[in-house]
């Protein structure tokens, strides 16, 4: 099964960039769990021997990340690809004038990207923000070189598990995205050819004194709600104090908890994998297709 997102979650890209660049100022402030992450998984490229060339940085904000990897591989080049041109802008704003990066704001479900041109692709807390995991993995076995590494975290469905679950005490409507199973998406990478996957799963959790402040954060980090079906208009008075009684069920220590659960995970690409359309034809990358004609 493809686990693109259902269409009640169908997330709005637009919506998405937007809440992105209104963030773009206040994002490394506030993204505390994203830089942990984000080092953890810098970290695990201990565990593999690499020395890339070409890195993308998929979802590189504000260059958190990107300016550990170059301090990490100094001779190699580094593209940072982020949905919003205000993450890039600070990004190069923050960056050293050392560091060989460059900058492109695309869509990760549709890489403005060369075929077979990067050794390293890089993705911290950003496959969440799309709909279809089969065609942003697809696109991602399409620009990394065939031997290229992918490395990757994300959110799991216990993520803002208590948020969920208040809103769910007040409406019915989608509140908070949709997040995918490990399980999932370990699948997922065996069907785009992906070899030796290998994923795990770790909790955190951060604590609030009160719900505002949890909200507060969420907004500054630009992690808003940008599903398609998302209700329109600020909250009411009436309808926020319901919220926040909801979650008081949840309160512990006189602190507001908010689980997060992170998808950590690799893989190996064995190079562009061809489509499979509904109508049954299969589409080959040229390059590819020059390989099996005689």
């Known amino acids: 099964m493809n686990p693109s997102t259902p269409a009640d979650y169908q997330l709005e890209k637009r919506a998405i960039r937007r809440a992105f660049d209104q963030a773009a100022s206040s994002y490394e402030a506030s993204a505390v769990l994203q830089d942990q992450v984000g080092q953890q998984l810098i970290e695990r490229l201990d565990l593999v021997k690499l020395e ?67 050794d390293l692709l890089f993705a911290n807390m950003s496959i969440q923000w799309c709909n279809d995991l089969d065609r942003v993995l697809r696109e991602f076995a399409r620009v990394l070189r065939p031997g290229g590494l992918l490395m990757f975290s994300t959110l799991g469905p216990d993520t803002l598990t208590e948020l969920r679950q208040s809103f769910a ?40 004194a009160a719900l505002e402040d949890l909200l507060r954060d969420l907004r500054s980090i630009g992690a808003t709600n940008a599903t398609v079906q998302r209700p329109r208009g600020l909250l009411t008075p009436g309808r926020l104090q319901i919220l926040r009684d909801a979650y008081e069920q949840f309160r512990k220590d006189g602190r507001l908890p908010a689980t997060y659960e992170v998808v950590y995970g690799h893989a190996w690409s064995s190079g562009p994998r061809p489509e499979i359309r509904e109508d049954g034809a299969v589409t080959l990358p040229y390059p590819q297709m020059r390989r099996h004609i005689k």
């Open 52 to 118: 890339p060339q070409w890195i993308l940085d998929l979802g590189s904000g504000t260059g958190l990340q990107s300016r550990r990897l170059n301090r990490r591989y100094p001779k190699a080049r580094l593209l940072a690809v982020d949905l919003a041109a205000g993450m890039l802008q600070q990004a190069r704003l923050r960056k050293s004038w050392r560091q060989r990066q460059f900058f492109c704001q695309g869509d990760a479900e549709h890489l403005p990207l060369a075929t077979g041109s990067m």
């Open 169 to 208: 005490r007040m409406d019915d409507q989608p509140h908070v995205i949709q997040f995918m199973d490990m399980h999932d998406i370990g699948d997922a990478l065996v069907r785009q050819g992906y070899e030796m996957p290998v994923l795990d799963v770790e909790h955190f959790q951060l604590t609030y």
